[in-house]
């Protein structure tokens, strides 16, 4: 079973996206972790993210722009240079800047996708339902994560 | 709604008539506004996106908000189409969904490496593409942020 990594920092807001995400019947579990030099170690499998059966390859990345010790968009460049399958793992920024240098970087960077943290919670479960539908049921992702 | 998207046209890269004519149908139907350039060849493609011979007129042809690529193109390859426009400064930043008519492992893995933005199979079926389309249309138009201009000069 795969899983939806999520990076965000902040805790109401990820607690807000995993409600949305159950309420949207999401079916991949949601691991999260909260700064970007977790992000790199549980894709590395460095410990203690070792174990893949414990803590598998996401199918798909979720990132905030804004993280502790290693931005989100560190951590896209990153994966985005990794000489194994981690490079192709699309990666969704969910950010609350509409900044369009912002969008640019994280395009110039490898982002499949920029989306705005939604404002509302109805906008947030209509993200979450669009991110169900697209990503998990729609978008074939790449296989050769390993 | 994502203004900045929704504003701009799609770019169709497809060279089969009826695969063009059957996918233009489905995303006018979902997305009345939409208005979709259909290109049949990766050189017209190209000459597209970088505004070039008759499309450097952008009032007529604007700078697409999405890019649909056939993955199977007679010139050339959807990969190499895809390969030079991650690599055009300028134009690398368009969301490109890669359309097949199969899910190839290998294909797939391609596709990524090339810069596809997404991968998706073709529906043949009006209802099922419509259906593809009405979610093509609300991520990446609707949801999905986009650099304000594609093309910078």
């Given at each position: 079973m795969s899983t939806i990594l999520l990076v965000e920092d902040d805790a109401a807001d990820a607690r807000l996206l995993q409600r949305a995400f159950g309420k949207a019947q999401v079916a991949l579990p949601v691991t999260l972790l909260n700064n970007g030099d977790e992000a790199v170690a549980y894709l590395a499998g460095?410990?203690?993210?070792?174990d893949r059966v414990q803590h598998p390859l996401p199918s798909l990345v979720i990132l905030d722009v804004?993280?502790?010790?290693?931005s989100g968009l560190e951590v896209l460049e990153w994966i985005r240079s990794q000489s194994n399958g981690i490079r192709r793992v699309p990666v969704v920024v969910l950010s609350s800047s509409r900044q369009p240098s912002d969008i640019n970087r994280a395009y110039d960077l490898g982002a499949n996708s920029y989306l705005s943290k939604p404002e509302s919670s109805e906008d947030l479960l209509d993200i979450a339902t669009l991110f169900r539908r697209y990503w998990l049921e729609i978008n074939q992702n790449p296989r050769e994560i390993l | 709604m994502n203004a900045a998207a929704a504003d701009r046209p799609i770019l169709l890269i497809e060279d089969s008539d009826a695969d063009a004519a059957l996918l233009t149908r489905a995303f006018t139907r979902v997305a009345q506004n939409a208005v979709v350039h259909r290109v049949r060849s990766g050189e017209d493609a190209l000459a597209y996106v970088m505004g070039l011979?008759?499309?450097?007129?952008r009032s007529k042809?604007?700078?697409?908000?999405l890019v649909l690529l056939d993955?199977?193109?007679?010139?050339?390859?959807g990969l190499q189409i895809l390969n030079v426009i991650r690599h055009r400064k300028g134009v690398a930043r368009v969301p490109i969904v890669v359309l097949s008519g199969s899910a190839h492992e290998d294909a797939v893995s391609a596709a990524y490496d090339a810069g596809a933005s997404s991968f998706v199979v073709k529906q043949f079926e009006p209802e099922q593409m419509e259906k593809l389309a009405r979610a093509i249309v609300s991520y990446w138009l609707e949801f999905n942020q986009v650099p304000e201009r594609v093309i910078t000069k």
């Open positions: 460095s410990e203690p993210y070792g804004k993280l502790p010790r290693r | 011979k008759e499309y450097g007129n042809f604007p700078e697409p908000g993955l199977h193109l007679g010139d050339l390859g």
